[in-house]
């Protein structure tokens, strides 16, 4: 009788996190699924059991043991985790994809985003692999389809954050805070410093978890990065602005191009490249919520300038993360 191979091992560090649950719906919908191990932040050698929306997840600890058998890492904890992973990965031998951010400073780095790149690169298995800003991969993506037909002069976005992005404390932070508003109680600020709730905001307050201008930074270095393999697209000018939201980013997207442009033909080069153009009713951040991919409507050419155009996108900031995790994972394994 034939042995039935047994499916790959992958590793998910931060098993309990927002990220790492959307990796999990990710991979369980692959054919076949790979075998999943959840790692845990203990700092014990016991096994944790942690709340999910349906049962209860094992988690283990930390270890060489527990990644012993892996053939990849998915790092989706948090930064001080992703630190300590990358040296217990080294020890098994096994390979790294980063989704914190912690990582990218070391020499063997390299910023991934597939769902972005015209070519899959060449070479670099042994490296880190840095999963770009979410934000900067949904960009790439509606910069590189729109300049399949039309030659880009100059781009403005503004990009609305989600409290999600904050993890499972930014979320729960605005939840409090928009109860707290309504009920005249003290607003919880552990993580923004300021109040997000019934809010724009340009920046955080001073001690805030991290500041709004850093991951600001963080994306426009990782869209110039992605921008970089898709020559004759100018890098846009960014604004990025917390929404009082607590999933999706959205996007208001002014670009101009060479020539007068009709907002028909960009909807037809949109849908080429698989976007889904919403022709009647734009897209919203929260119908984006466990979809794939990019959502774009409200198309109109700017009224004072017939060479320019407007877009407002949506994308889910966790869905498109984890969505490049995964192929990432798929080239490595």
């Given amino acids: 009788m034939a042995e039935v191979k047994k499916q790959p091992l992958i590793a998910v560090v931060g098993g309990d996190s927002l990220i790492a ?4 719906e990710v991979l369980e919908g692959s054919e076949p699924p790979p075998r999943v191990q959840l790692i845990s932040n203990a700092q014990d050698d016991s096994m944790m ?15 060489a043991e527990s990644l012993t058998g892996a053939e990849v890492a998915i790092l989706a904890g948090s930064q001080a ?4 992973a990358v040296k217990t990965a080294s020890e098994v031998g096994i390979k790294v994809i980063d989704l914190t951010g912690a990582l990218e400073d070391r020499p063997n780095a390299r910023l991934r985003a597939p769902m972005a790149e015209p070519l899959p690169p060449s070479g670099g298995e042994d490296s880190v692999q840095i999963i770009a800003h979410a934000a900067s991969i949904a960009l790439a993506m509606l910069l590189a389809a729109l300049a399949r037909s039309a030659n880009l002069r100059r781009t403005l976005v503004h990009i609305f954050e989600p409290a999600s992005e904050r993890g499972k404390k930014g979320l729960e932070e605005l939840q409090q805070q928009t109860v707290a508003v309504l009920n005249f109680q003290k607003l919880k600020t552990d993580v923004f410093d300021t109040q997000v709730s019934f809010s724009l905001l340009p920046k955080y307050g001073v001690e805030a978890m991290e500041p709004l201008e850093l991951i600001e930074e963080r994306l426009e270095r990782h869209l110039a990065s992605l921008l970089a393999a898709w ?17 999706g980013y959205s996007f208001s997207v002014w670009a101009e191009f060479e020539d007068p442009v009709k907002a028909e033909e960009l909807e037809s080069t949109l849908e080429a490249a698989e976007i889904d153009v919403r ?3 734009p897209p919203s951040n929260v119908g984006a919520v466990g979809q794939s991919g990019l959502s774009v ?6 009224r004072n300038n017939p060479r320019a155009c407007w877009f407002w996108m949506v994308t889910d900031n966790l869905r498109i993360s984890a969505e490049n995790a995964v192929a990432v994972a798929r080239e490595l394994l």
């Fill in 21 to 24: 649950r959307e990796i999990r």
């Fill in 49 to 63: 059991l942690a709340p999910d929306e349906e049962d209860v997840m094992v988690m283990a600890p930390l270890s």
């Fill in 81 to 84: 985790l992703s630190r300590k």
């Fill in 231 to 247: 020559p004759g697209i100018p890098m846009p000018s960014l604004r990025l602005v917390q929404a009082p939201v607590f999933h």
């Fill in 279 to 281: 022709r009647e009713d």
């Fill in 297 to 302: 409507g409200a198309i109109a050419v700017d």
